[in-house]
């Protein structure tokens, strides 16, 4: 499989990477972080500027028509910058549900155009999720009941918030009752939908972590290289090489496994959900090596408010058991691999 990005893909990641560079400095997602929200109107109008809210919504509603390898490489950017807003759950997670769905409801309609103006908000509760992230901004929560999927306004939902360990995180534990005028899908259909959200929103964790897994390899390499003991650079000690290293190698070895995910999610791959889960595996474990080395090499106070580190640190730790724990997704690479007839072997692995 040829992994090649065309010149299009790659000038686009570098604007976005250029775009978040500039609007998400780390004081800017301190300030972010104590607000009441959690969340910054400015930002998510200025994403909506850059076509970001857009990306794969269909022509027709007023977006992008792009796919999920486009998104592979924003929610990299995402996590790199720790972006603190929902922009993946409603514009990649939320929006794929809506534009597979078979009707042409005009709830539907207005939901796609809503998005892809950067006007609207939509919180997806996944029967995967304890939680549902940013409910209390949501204007419209995608929630299943008995397997089928209903779109519920804010104000008919009680919610009950739970804190994360990463401040510009908001979680609402949801209650609410179903009626036929909010059911946007019945069990029958919304079987195949509820399945390709997960996939989606698995994707979506696995590409931020694998962002922040990169962030704090920088965050530490910067560190070393300026912080010195017995008049040296630690990072010329062979120790602090070493863990830098198993870290690069780590995110090296989880990329080409998440375009391959993102791969088959977009080309509806009938393994997709085994690919989704081992990127999910193995990006995740990535960013908690990060996590993990980086604060060895900074010492005790990488975890101090005072420092960058620790807002990538508590963002990877929170996002690695949303949409499916390690458990989960073991669970699902296993049964794949494990059963009767699995194509798995050199002559699947090579052959024409």
């Not at 393994?271 to 604060?295: D, N, P, Q, W």
């Not at 730790?317 to 669970?331: I, K, V």
Request: proline share 3%; with cysteine; glycine share 6%.
């Amino acid at each position: 499989m040829d992994f090649t990005f065309t010149e299009d893909q790659l000038a686009f990641r570098e604007a976005i990477s250029r775009f978040l560079m500039t609007e998400a400095p780390p004081e800017m997602l301190r300030e972010i972080w104590e607000t009441d929200d959690g969340r910054s109107a400015e930002l998510r109008s200025k994403m909506a500027e850059q076509g970001l809210t857009a990306l794969c919504i269909p022509e027709a509603q007023g977006g992008l028509g792009m796919d999920d390898i486009a998104w592979a490489l924003l929610t990299q950017e995402l996590g790199y910058y720790a972006i603190p807003d929902s922009l993946a759950d409603t514009a990649y997670v939320a929006a794929s549900l809506l534009r597979d769905m078979q009707d042409d409801s005009p709830l539907r309609s207005v939901l796609l155009e809503g998005i892809a103006a950067g006007g609207s908000r939509i919180a997806v509760g996944h029967p995967v999720n304890h939680f549902v992230a940013d409910a209390h901004m949501a204007d419209v929560l995608l929630l299943e009941r008995g397997g089928s999927i209903y779109a519920v306004e804010r104000s008919a939902i009680d919610l009950e918030h739970n804190r994360s360990i990463d401040s510009s995180r908001r979680l609402c534990r949801v209650s609410w009752n179903p009626d036929a005028a909010t059911c946007l899908a019945d069990a029958e259909q919304a079987r195949r939908l509820w399945a390709a959200t997960l996939n989606r929103g698995a994707l979506a964790v696995a590409g931020q972590s694998l962002g922040l897994a990169q962030r704090m390899l920088d965050l530490s390499v910067d560190y070393v290289v300026q912080r010195k003991q017995f008049g040296k650079p630690i990072g010329s000690f062979q120790a602090i090489k070493h863990h830098l290293a198993d870290v690069a190698s780590k995110i090296e070895f989880a990329k080409p496994v998440l375009y391959r995910a993102a791969h088959a999610v977009a080309h509806g791959d009938e393994r997709a959900a085994v690919h989704v889960s081992h990127t999910k595996l193995a990006c995740c474990e990535a960013a908690a090596l990060a996590a993990r080395h980086g604060i060895q090499v900074h010492g005790a106070m990488g975890y101090t408010w005072e420092v960058d580190l620790q807002m990538f640190m508590k963002r990877a730790w929170a996002l690695d058991s949303s949409w499916g724990d390690r458990a989960f997704h073991n669970s699902r690479v296993a049964a794949a691999i494990l059963a009767d007839g699995a194509p798995v072997g050199p002559q699947y692995t090579f052959e024409d």
